[in-house]
C-alpha cells in the first residue's frame, strides 16, 4: 500500500507560479512511477507530468516548458513547479504512483484555481 498527499495548490494570478507537493508514505520502495494529473470541471482526467523511477520525464504539450515534475527521495515527495499559469490550468490536481507490480495509487487531490 502507498498513501499519498498532495499540499501546495490554491489561488494564484495568471502569469502566476505553484508548487505543488505530493507526500509518500507506505510501501514506497515499490514505486515505478510518478506523476500528476488534473481534472477540470466537466473534463476527464488529464496526464500533466510524468516521471519513471529513473528520472525519465514526460509533459503534456498544454505545460511544456511552463511546469516542471521532480522529486526528492529524501523526503519522499514529488513536486510539480508551475509557472506562466493560465486560467485553463484550473483544475484539481491529483498525485498518482504506480509499483512494480502495477498497481495504481492517487492522493485525494489539491485545487488550483487561475484567475484571470
Known amino acids: 500500500q502507498v498513501q499519498l498527499v498532495e499540499s501546495g495548490g490554491g489561488l494564484v494570478q495568471a502569469g502566476g507560479s505553484l508548487r505543488l507537493s505530493c507526500l509518500a508514505s507506505?510501501?514506497?520502495?515499490?514505486?515505478?512511477?510518478m506523476a500528476w494529473y488534473r481534472q477540470a470541471p466537466g473534463k476527464p482526467r488529464e496526464l500533466v507530468a510524468h516521471m519513471s523511477i529513473s528520472g525519465i520525464t514526460n509533459y503534456s504539450d498544454s505545460v511544456k516548458g511552463r511546469f516542471t515534475i521532480s522529486r526528492d527521495d529524501a523526503k519522499n515527495t514529488v513536486n510539480l513547479q508551475m509557472s506562466d499559469l493560465k486560467a485553463e490550468d484550473t483544475a484539481v490536481y491529483y498525485c498518482?504512483?504506480?509499483?512494480?507490480?502495477?498497481?495504481?495509487?492517487w492522493g485525494p487531490g489539491t485545487q488550483v484555481t487561475v484567475s484571470s
Open positions: 507506505g510501501n514506497i520502495f515499490s514505486i515505478s512511477a
Open positions: 498518482y504512483h504506480q509499483t512494480q507490480h502495477k498497481f495504481d495509487y
